[in-house]
Nanobody
């Protein structure tokens, strides 16, 4: 079965950095666009970043543009989210997701598979 497993979350001070990983199995990774979303209690899951199947196209929410970088390694079946200059507002559970349409989208309803999430906490 398809599994997406996030890792790399943790506690970091404001201004610090973290690198999240999303290891995929049970699917042909290069056939899927990948996305990162985040959610805090009581709020909807929000788009953070997406990357198309080849890595040639990326898109970011305005709140993270210039600070976060999404990437992928199709040989390792893994997607990444490099997060720099973290702010307390970035604290959330971060989820990766796979979209069979391959181009990448901000619409969370288009994603076929989701990971279980990894917690990111940012202290001020």
């Amino acid at each position: 079965q398809v599994q997406l497993v996030e890792s790399g979350g943790g506690l970091v001070q404001a201004g610090g950095s973290l690198r999240l990983s999303c290891a995929a199995s049970g699917l042909t990774f290069s056939y899927y666009a990948m996305g990162w979303f985040r959610q805090v209690p009581g709020k909807e899951r929000e788009f953070v970043a997406t990357i198309n199947w080849s890595g040639g196209r990326t898109d970011y929410s305005d709140s993270v543009k210039g600070r976060f970088t999404i990437s992928r390694d199709n040989a390792k079946n893994t997607a990444y989210l490099e997060m720099n200059d973290l702010k307390p507002a970035d604290a959330a559970v971060y989820y990766c997701a796979a979209d069979h349409l391959r181009s990448g989208t901000r619409d969370r309803t288009q994603y076929d598979y989701w990971g279980q999430g990894t917690q990111v906490t940012v202290s001020s």
